[in-house]
């Protein structure tokens, strides 16, 4: 069964850091590329970044450039997403996504269900 499932979510005051991990299971995670995404209450689902099978960045927008970051290890079949610097508009259910191949512009059909990220004084 092709599964992504997340973890490492938590609440974080601001200026703190926090890991995601997105576990792949049921495919071989080095032929995909696999994006983050986060929803905050009341809004829309938006991109936050994505690694491509030859890890090849994407950032989906300007407002983590310089505090997250995305890596991959294909041996562990994980994909992660080092977030630092955080603020409080980056709470937010944060979930992965793989691509229909290697880039990140084949877009998403596999999602995992989310880990709540909740960054609070």
Request: glycine residues 14%; charged residues 20%.
């Amino acid at each position: 069964q092709v599964q992504l499932v997340e973890s490492g979510g938590g609440s974080v005051q601001p200026g703190g850091s926090l890991r995601l991990s997105c576990a792949a299971s049921g495919f071989t995670l080095d032929y995909y590329a696999i994006g983050w995404f986060r929803q905050a209450p009341g809004k829309e689902r938006e991109g936050v970044l994505c690694i491509s099978s030859s890890d090849g960045i994407t950032y989906y927008g300007d407002s983590v450039k310089g505090r997250f970051t995305i890596s991959r290890d294909n041996a562990k079949n994980t994909v992660y997403l080092q977030m630092n610097s955080l603020k409080p508009e980056d709470t937010a259910v944060y979930s992965c996504a793989r691509a229909r191949g290697g880039e990140c512009n084949y877009g998403m059909n596999v999602w995992g269900k989310g880990t709540l990220v909740t960054v609070s004084s």
